[in-house]
């Protein structure tokens, strides 16, 4: 077995590297990450993430499009931690001699212990309470804006991407909730991943249909497969914003999420949170980056 080394100035992370790479930001160590990003992250919806960790775009990428990781490589960075998602991938690098952090998480809670133990490794730990200290006041707010709204007055909302028919991440259901929304998809399932066809939108008929990227928007009016569902009909379908990763998603950024998902849902109960001043606070306390306005609309339709 492979000890991690108490001080951690080396950091390779593997698999889903925008997400590890957002919690390792937001802790103030982005220099340590010695890897670049995937081919799959080398888009403009990505783009903040360099200006977010400018030493990354030199970096070299240690994965394949398979997410094989290219030992040969790991062996010339020597990495003092290799943080992945994947246990399979984690044994390999383990027998190889590699120290290999596996993180997971699938609900709220979860984020919280894997911002703490990154904490611990990364010698960070006053910089990870004082981000959960953020996080629990941020939804506390939310949570007194809508936490009274009757079942009824909730909408029904999807969260999927379009192109390969899924709602990619558990944890979605988990802010469509928080955000005073009931997510179609909740149905207790433990996969983290949910695979639907068409016939399961029309069953579900979500009032607000959120997609991944702008383009799919576009996919979702001119399908007419789709035309009778509430969220085609009324044009409440949303691209979800995009910055260091898709909010909707594991990163680090998932609180924002919540508040941009409230006042969607909620316009008139959530009208005194400000949505833009709030982006403008977190990313520059936690990323040490300021916005200026128009990046802050960028980030907000989701980036083509």
Aim: hydrophobic share 40%; net charge neutral; aromatic share 8%.
């Amino acid at each position: 077995m492979v000890t991690i080394p108490k001080t951690v100035n080396r950091i390779v992370t593997l698999g889903p590297v925008p997400v590890l790479n957002s919690f390792i930001i937001a802790l103030g160590k982005s220099d340590s990450i010695v890897n670049g990003l995937p081919l799959f992250a080398r888009t403009p919806r990505h783009k903040y993430h360099t200006l977010f960790a400018p030493t990354l775009a030199g970096r070299p990428v240690v994965q394949g499009p398979g997410m094989d990781p290219d030992i040969e490589l790991l062996l010339q960075l020597r990495p003092d931690v290799i943080l992945t998602m994947d246990n399979g991938i984690a044994r390999i690098l383990e027998k190889k001699g590699f120290a290999v952090l596996v993180l997971a998480w699938r609900q709220s809670e979860d984020a919280k212990t894997t911002m703490l133990l990154l904490g611990k490794v990364l010698d960070r730990e006053e910089k990870a309470l004082n981000y959960l200290g953020y996080v629990d006041g941020l939804m506390n707010r939310i949570t007194e804006a809508v936490s009274d709204i009757p079942e009824t007055q909730r909408p029904n909302v999807l969260f999927c991407s379009l192109k390969s028919m899924t709602q990619p991440h558990l944890i979605a259901d988990w802010w469509i909730r928080k955000a005073g929304g009931i997510s179609v998809t909740e149905n207790g399932r433990i996969v983290e991943s949910l695979s639907f066809s068409v016939e399961h939108v029309l069953k579900w008929n979500p009032d607000i249909l959120i997609v991944s990227t702008p383009g799919e928007v576009l996919q979702a009016y001119q399908d007419t497969r789709l035309r009778t569902v509430r969220a085609v009909q009324n044009r409440n379908v949303f691209s979800i914003p995009s910055a260091a990763h898709p909010w909707g998603h594991r990163t680090a950024e998932l609180p924002l999420t919540v508040f941009w998902a409230a006042k969607l849902f909620h316009p008139q109960r959530t009208a005194h949170l400000d949505l833009g001043a709030e982006m403008k606070t977190f990313y520059d306390r936690f990323f040490g980056y300021s916005l200026r306005d128009d990046q802050v609309e960028e980030i907000l339709s989701g980036i083509p």
